[in-house]
T-cell receptor, first 111, second 118 residues
Framework: RKEVEQDPGPFNVPEGATVAFNCTYSNSASQSFFWYRQDCRKEPKLLMSVYSSGNEDGRFTAQLNRASQYISLLIRDSKLSDSATYLCAVNREDSSYKLIFGSGTRLLVRP | SAVISQKPSRDICQRGTSLTIQCQVDSQVTMMFWYRQQPGQSLTLIATANQGSEATYESGFVIDKFPISRPNLTFSTLTVSNMSPEDSSIYLC???????????????FGPGTRLTVL
């Protein structure tokens, strides 16, 4: 089992749709969870840190499910500009600051 | 967050040569990292650049191939030595701005260096 797994997609949704991605992780002791957004030929940009209580930033909501060892990202009212690859990251078992990245989920929002 | 710049942004190099990539941050940071992202792949950590001491390399990466310098808290270089086409990739530096000791140490990335080896 990979340490961090994501469905590669692509998720192809119409504008205005709600879409959710999951990311599973294998290390039950992980404490740090993040969602990054990566546009084509650009660097990853931090979208959200994922707190144990979950957190919301506008149209974006992140949740942590420790029992099932996954984090989720919900995007409401999708915009064309949301089209990107979404990477999850989890801290490594041997380090609180070294991250393992998933392979990313590609989102395509169509008009 | 932090403002991070990298030079060069891209390069095309010949097999057997070396390229040094620079990473500059606009503020002092304790943790700096170097990643590689091969086409269609996710990010792989190469090493942690430690200020004042040797870098800490991840499994599969060695100092002779990827020497790293970290002369101060705002700057680091990664050299890709004796390049082969398999080294063609995007190389990114990142910094951790968590302030030390916190659980949610957020990492921010430089714009990357796109390397093509012929």
């Amino acid at each position: 089992r990979k340490e961090v797994e994501q469905d590669p997609g692509p998720f192809n949704v119409p504008e205005g749709a709600t879409v959710a991605f999951n990311c599973t992780y294998s290390n039950s002791a992980s404490q740090s969870f993040f969602w990054y957004r990566q546009d084509c030929r650009k660097e990853p940009k931090l979208l959200m840190s994922v707190y144990s209580s979950g957190n919301e930033d506008g149209r974006f909501t992140a949740q942590l499910n420790r029992a099932s060892q996954y984090i989720s990202l919900l995007i409401r009212d999708s915009k064309l500009s949301d089209s990107a690859t979404y990477l999850c990251a989890v801290n490594r078992e041997d380090s609180s600051y070294k991250l393992i990245f998933g392979s990313g989920t590609r989102l395509l929002v169509r008009p | 967050s932090a403002v991070i710049s990298q030079k060069p942004s891209r390069d095309i190099c010949q097999r057997g040569t070396s390229l040094t990539i620079q990473c500059q941050v606009d503020s002092q940071v304790t943790m700096m990292f170097w990643y590689r992202q091969q086409p269609g792949q996710s990010l792989t950590l190469i090493a942690t650049a430690n200020q004042g001491s040797e870098a800490t390399y991840e499994s599969g990466f060695v100092i002779d191939k990827f020497p790293i310098s970290r002369p101060n808290l705002t700057f680091s270089t990664l050299t890709v030595s004796n390049m082969s086409p398999e080294d063609s990739s995007i190389y990114l530096c990142s910094v951790d701005v968590g302030g030390g000791g916190g659980i949610l140490n957020e990492q921010f990335f430089g714009p990357g260096t796109r390397l093509t080896v012929l």
